[in-house]
């Protein structure tokens, strides 16, 4: 089973010891905004950027081909 993307940034939360409310703040978003986001599982591709440069990690985004062409 594939995590969502909402799981995926709280186990990076937990891993960098960070906290939601942390995240919030690096953002600038308060704290009930991005849990609601967190709740929903709604965010834009320029919004997970951010996210992954706050918390110290690489986002990459793509669709891959059958012929195993990235895009």
Known sequence: MELSTAEKIRV?????R?????LAEMTGQSRQ?????LERDNFGE??????AEKMGV????????????KL
């Open 12 to 16: 990076i939360l937990k891993r960098q």
């Open 18 to 22: 960070m906290t939601v409310s942390q």
């Open 33 to 37: 905004n991005l849990t609601q986001k």
């Open 46 to 51: 320029e919004e997970l950027r951010l996210f």
């Open 58 to 69: 690489k986002y990459e985004s793509y669709f891959v081909m059958e012929n195993g062409d």
